[in-house]
């Protein structure tokens, strides 16, 4: 499950002729410091990814932090913050965010979210100047006694740990209700895809018919709420993984890493961990080299995260929600951007002597594959081809998974 931390946090402000935070930088998040008691969005330390001693389970670790306002605040003051992603659009995308002053309201942060007076958020295409605007002026409170923060009306959510780059809106009452944050209320939440309100034309959300590999969609918020996904706000109600293999004519298809990640980043080879040695090209069995870890190098997301994933290109799916809910490989293709049905993977459809079965454990599953339900340390294998493609398909996952799993059907809770 993610680790919760609380602690305080000293502000400073370096101030020009506005009201404007100057941003600086580490480990490519933006870090502002806001000078008055409305305590506008701060950078907080990214959601950092670590491996278990003897494990490859990938820990989630998130940080919480309050802040209690001090003194009387000028009301028309407000905190802009500049910031620019080129990782998420086919383009540069530019972010302004302007928060205005709460007045005396206590100003905090939860997880990766920083919560402040009304905010607009201006988005500009670096390469056309195309612009769109977004507003926030829902409310919050915090309940002294638990830290639990209730939201109100319209939010527009964004990581104040990294770019500021927004993913969702939520309409209603919701919250994250401590000591774990975790969602509750009833909120109507909205996938917001920033790359397609400033983008020439609508993309397309389509998923592709053409011959594999297939790689990451161009627009992955715009692909997340075409599987009817909803990016994550809290903490995890369950953390479980299948492995999907894709086998067309004898060949495996890559699952690249980064599905369901907005603006993945890579985060390098996974740490030698102690007690583990490698002799030439063999190794002696660290558990580093099983799981995500299997093909070297992780993956996480710069801006938000699907509940459905993948860390690395082993075939591993995450499956991370904070709500409940059934997920489905149907949607996992869908936010892939690639056609699964009863007789079509990709472009490969059956006939003419060849055609597509969907195996779990080895064994064949009758049906529409679309609606496969998810479950835990579940090998499933697509296969595409003749008669004798189908003679040696994976029975099970043997490279180790990352994690006994929770949250699930009989599992311990998160």
């Known amino acids: ?47 950092r990814r670590r ?128 000591p774990e944050y975790l969602l509750g209320g009833s ?45 994550l706000l809290g903490n995890l109600v369950r953390h479980d993984h299948v492995h999907l293999d894709v086998i067309v004519n004898g060949k495996n298809v890559p699952v690249p890493a980064g599905v369901g990640l907005a603006d993945p980043k890579d985060t390098g080879a996974c740490p030698q961990l102690p007690g583990s040695q490698s002799s030439g090209s063999q190794s002696s069995g660290a558990a580093n080299e099983t799981g995500d870890c299997d093909t070297k190098n992780i993956y996480v997301a710069q801006v938000a995260n699907s509940p459905l994933h993948t860390h690395s290109a082993s075939g591993i799916i995450h499956i991370e929600p904070d709500r409940p809910g059934v997920y489905t490989l149907g949607q996992f293709f869908d936010e892939w951007g690639v056609r699964l049905t009863s007789n079509c993977v990709g472009g490969y459809c059956s006939g003419e002597g060849k055609e597509l079965r969907v195996y ?22 697509v296969v595409y081809g003749s008669p004798s493609a189908f003679a040696s398909v994976p029975k099970a996952y043997t490279a180790g998974w990352p994690g006994l799993g929770c949250g699930g059907v009989h599992e311990p809770r998160c």
């Open 1 to 47: 499950c993610a680790m919760i931390a609380t602690f305080r946090r000293s502000v400073r402000v370096e101030s020009s002729g506005s009201d404007t935070a100057r941003q600086g930088s580490r480990e490519g998040a933006t870090r502002v410091a806001p000078r008055r008691s409305n305590l506008a969005p701060m950078a907080l330390p990214h959601p």
């Open 360 to 381: 779990v454990q080895g064994k064949r599953v009758p049906g529409d594959p679309r609606s496969l339900v998810l479950g835990n340390r579940v090998e499933i294998a």
């Open 51 to 178: 491996l278990a001693l003897g494990t490859t389970t990938v820990i989630a670790c998130l940080a919480a932090v309050s802040f209690t306002s001090a003194g009387r605040s000028d009301a028309s003051s407000a905190v802009v913050v500049h910031s620019e992603d080129t990782g998420l659009c086919p383009f540069p995308l530019e972010v302004t965010v302007k928060t205005q002053n709460a007045g005396h309201q206590v100003g905090a942060t939860a997880l990766q979210f920083a919560f402040g007076g009304p905010t607009t958020i201006t988005l500009r295409n670096g390469s056309t100047g195309r612009t769109a605007t977004l507003s926030a002026p829902g409310g919050y409170s915090i309940t002294p006694r638990t830290g639990t923060i209730t939201f109100t009306g319209r939010h527009v959510w964004s990581w104040s740990t990294s770019k500021n780059v927004p993913f969702m809106s939520t309409q209603g009452t919701g919250s994250l209700v401590a």
């Open 187 to 231: 909120s109507r939440a909205k996938v917001v895809d920033p790359c397609a309100l400033v983008a020439a034309g609508a993309p397309s959300t389509k998923p592709r018919t053409t011959a594999a590999p297939w790689g990451l969609p161009r627009y992955p918020l715009s692909q997340i709420a075409y599987a009817g996904l909803t990016p």
